[in-house]
């Protein structure tokens, strides 16, 4: 089931359930918890997508692809083979933006933004210390999101504050796919005005959600709408002003942003 | 002026205007925006005190007192007399608790937990891109904080997510005073079982919060509520099961917590 929130014409906020059709079903009640359908029909066309839903919080992983963990050795003069353990960092819930918004390069970035097209699993109850099983059955679903980065500031500052969380640095949807199963190969591609530039597959990730909230969950307690980033892999590169980037999960949907100077 | 949040006996939570009689006012209205007293009362004694209000996301200053840089360059080996720029890090808003309630050492904590004590500014008003005289008038006002951290954390993690953002390591009240204003030498003191144990003056922030939400606000719009934290001083120590730590923002007041063992 695709699961989206909205706006329509007259400014009405929603949650929805998308046919493959494209037609949306307007919800009643609460996406976490009891809800229903209803008769009130739109036409996706007609429609603008929003950002799923609300986190308190979100959290990256750290490096979680081999290919990503070469480009860190590279940049640190480090050479790692694997990761004995996540390393999360906090991505700002005011940095995210949805299906269609622009991405902003700030006037002050020192290197310009990079694209990391990622999965993102989306907590459906309250989880704390839960073991991996458990973490399983609280993910409500999956959407993907684009974790713009700016590595001067990734590099220099002590935390990812503004290299991952500056404004609009965090496109996320289109909607919650909760049929999916990030351990089977699902692919995550970038293209960047219609070009494949990035590709990898959920299955790869050397912590798998399960693992990742298992592990976030030991010290924060996670709540429903909290989004775990599956981190990205290889080498991405730079976006300049007037780029549409694209987001692509297999199974899931596509993530469109366009890429504008402040 | 001091606003706190409460419960009273039939867990009705409200906000209110606290007199130097220790008498709330009930507040209606929203107390961003436009708010009035009403003519119900509380004594203060009867009624709970909660973390005085919501913040979307929470930040540190890094460093912030000569003393506590000092600490850093014994534990890093380093020998830095002076700090450039902010060095903003994220603490989980999930930490909050308020006061008199528990703080709890993690039952997998390494090392064991440390208080910090520290005034915080909460913000007032939507906050981008602002110069430092515009920051500080979108201050609403100043509470009182203990930066609960965990050094083997902190020191080991990417990030301070669980260093400092662990379920309960952000004890906060016990009240908003508006009528403060931290560039006077105010003094900020921790105590243990009554004991003093640091003590610091506002006065003395490397970077005033004026300099901190302009610094933050460049990349990251600051929304009301949000809080940021002034920095603590000296040498920290470890907490026992048991312990009553105290932090008192002089011409704030005192935030008073106990510690547990999980």
Redesign the interface.
Known sequence: MRICRFKTNDDQESYGVLTNENIIYKIEGDIFGEFQQTANTFDLKNVKLLPPCFP??M?GP?LNFLDHLQMANEALGTNATTIEQP????K????IIGEGENVII?K?SPSGIQYEGECIAIIGKPT?RVDEDTAWGNILGYTCGNDISERTWQRD??????AK???TFAPIGPWIETSFDPREQNAMIVRVNGQEVQKAYTSDMFFNFGKLISF?S??????PGDMIWSGTSGHPENMSHGDIVEVEVENIGILTNKVVNE
Not at 218 to 223: D, E, G, H, M, N
Request: glycine share 6%; charged share 30%.
């Open positions: 308190k919080q959290y750290g390393d999360p960092w906090f700002s819930i005011t940095s700030p002050d704390r500052d002590r935390e990812f504050w503004r969380g500056s404004d976030i030991q010290a924060i307690t996670l709540s």
